[in-house]
């Protein structure tokens, strides 16, 4: 991974205010109910094992990991970000759980072990794209049989025309839940460091590691859904 991508990722977790983080992404994503249940729900479906080991790779606040234990109720439960802050609100949130907590970057090395499932939410869109897929590489190799990958992710519109319309759904849908024009053009400042894939290439990416039934699950204007299996065998 290069250091101006690496530094676009730094920077991000400190624009962030870890303080703010959730009521802003509840104005901030208008499919917000829809998009972390859907997540929630394709990973209760594909976990069958109460030891089941779960990594949320961008974990921030712990927002989709809340959505999934909530619905799993038990599980191991491992949190990856490279802002300490968020982190702390995590663990905080989902104390019950007694999370294992790492602070490092997505492109550093896995946590040793083997998952049920690898889950992620609005983070590895910060990534370029070889970057991405060495990710998915990685988490392919750290699941176990029948494990599932999951991502709830900001997605690149495949032309000029869609981008703009993906733009102006997402800040006018804001806007209508309660986004002042401060929150806005930070919310607009932040994603100059976004690096979106479409949502076609990254279904392609998973499939050409090997993921079984890879597609889309949710698809809301520029946030999308998608997962894929690693084989039983």
């Not at 492109?107 to 991405?132: E, M, R």
């Not at 519109?157 to 703009?164: D, H, N, R």
Request: glycine share 6%; aromatic share 12%; net charge negative.
């Amino acid at each position: 991974m290069g250091a101006f991508s690496y530094g676009n990722i730094t920077r991000m977790s400190k624009i962030w205010n870890a303080s703010e983080y959730d009521i802003s992404r509840r104005r901030l994503i208008p499919c917000y109910d829809l998009f972390y249940s859907t997540a929630a729900e394709l990973a209760v479906r594909s976990i069958k094992s109460s030891s089941a080991a779960i990594l949320d790779i961008g974990a921030g606040t712990g927002l989709l990991s809340e959505f999934v234990m909530q619905k799993v109720g038990s599980a191991s439960l491992y949190l990856l970000d490279e802002s300490p802050d968020m982190l702390s609100k995590a663990q905080e949130r989902l104390a019950q759980y007694n999370p294992k907590i790492f602070i490092q970057s997505m492109t550093a090395p896995l946590p040793a072990g083997t998952f049920n499932a690898v889950i992620s939410s609005l983070a590895i869109h910060h990534l370029f794209d070889d970057d991405k897929r060495d990710l998915f590489k990685r988490i392919y190799q750290s699941l176990a049989p029948g494990g599932v990958f999951i991502n709830g992710e900001q997605i690149l519109g495949t032309s000029e025309w869609q981008q703009q319309l993906y733009e102006d759904m997402h800040l006018n849908g804001a806007r209508a839940l309660g986004s002042s024009e401060d929150e806005i053009h930070a919310a607009q400042e932040r994603m100059t460091y976004d690096r979106c894939s479409t949502l076609a290439d990254q279904i392609s990416w998973l499939r050409e590691i090997g993921f079984q039934n890879a597609d889309s699950f949710f698809h809301s204007f520029r946030f999308a859904v998608y997962a894929g299996w690693k084989p039983e065998s």
